[in-house]
């Protein structure tokens, strides 16, 4: 079974500090690894994906993420975190096979304080 | 414009009554999804579609039903066996492998 484990609940930065949110996964096979921000009463919004290949993705609004398979990791990133990044984030996992639902994690709110 | 679009926004439930929440996509997906959202608990799958006329249950399908008739279509009917319906409910839709899914706006049933 697949699942995906966001380890905190709430991760408080400065504004212009660099920013990490962690997702760690299991899976039988190999991984397609996204993440999601959602902000109040709004759906969910596309950020970067890991397919295969550079284990360094990068993605929209200046996010990014590492890919560690040895770990079996999926950790956003951003150099200098915003007032306007203050979200919901959520890293899903996908096996290779076919069609399959998304499973995500319980989500990480981002808080950052100016 | 290409997306997918959930109605309505804002939906409120008497006790014992059915409740359907409309998901519409013109993104020529295959799949489509529906996720219940509640407070600390992420996203909960309650059905899927890979293909028209066919759909599986996610991992809390109790107390709800869907049909797939259309591919661009996959309505979610709350039923009054659904003891605790109050939550935001999300529909996505993908191409599948990996593509990575779209989500409509969300949908907030409360029961009255």
């Known amino acids: 079974a697949q699942s995906v484990a966001q380890p905190e609940d709430q991760v408080n930065v400065a504004e212009g500090n660099p920013l990490t949110v962690k997702c760690t996964y299991s899976?039988?096979?190999?991984?397609?690894l996204f993440w999601y921000v959602q902000y109040p009463n709004r759906g969910l919004q596309f950020l970067l994906k890991?397919?295969?290949?550079?284990?360094l993705v990068k993605g929209s609004y200046g996010f990014e993420a590492e890919f560690n398979k040895s770990q079996t990791s999926f950790h956003l990133k951003k150099p200098s975190a915003l007032v306007s990044d203050s979200a919901l984030y959520f890293c899903a996992v996908r096996t290779y096979s076919g069609n399959t639902p998304l499973v995500f994690g319980k989500g990480t709110r981002l808080s950052v304080i100016a | 414009d290409g997306g997918i679009t959930q109605s309505p926004k804002y939906l409120f439930r008497k006790e014992g009554q059915n409740v359907t929440l409309s998901c519409e996509q013109n993104?020529?997906?295959?799949?489509m999804y529906w996720y219940r959202q509640d407070p600390g608990q992420g996203l909960r799958l309650i059905y899927y579609?890979?293909?028209?006329?066919?759909?599986q249950k996610g991992d809390i399908a109790e107390g709800y039903s869907v049909s797939r008739e259309k591919k661009e279509s996959f309505p979610l009917t709350v039923t009054s066996a659904q003891k605790n319906p109050t939550a935001f409910y999300l529909c996505?839709?993908?191409?599948?492998?990996?593509?990575?899914?779209?989500f409509g706006q969300g949908t907030r049933l409360t029961v009255v």
């Open positions: 993104l020529n997906h295959d799949a």
């Open positions: 899976v039988s096979g190999n991984p397609y």
């Open positions: 996505a839709s993908s191409s599948g492998g990996h593509t990575e899914a779209f």
């Open positions: 890991y397919i295969t290949g550079d284990n």
């Open positions: 579609s890979q293909i028209v006329n066919d759909f």
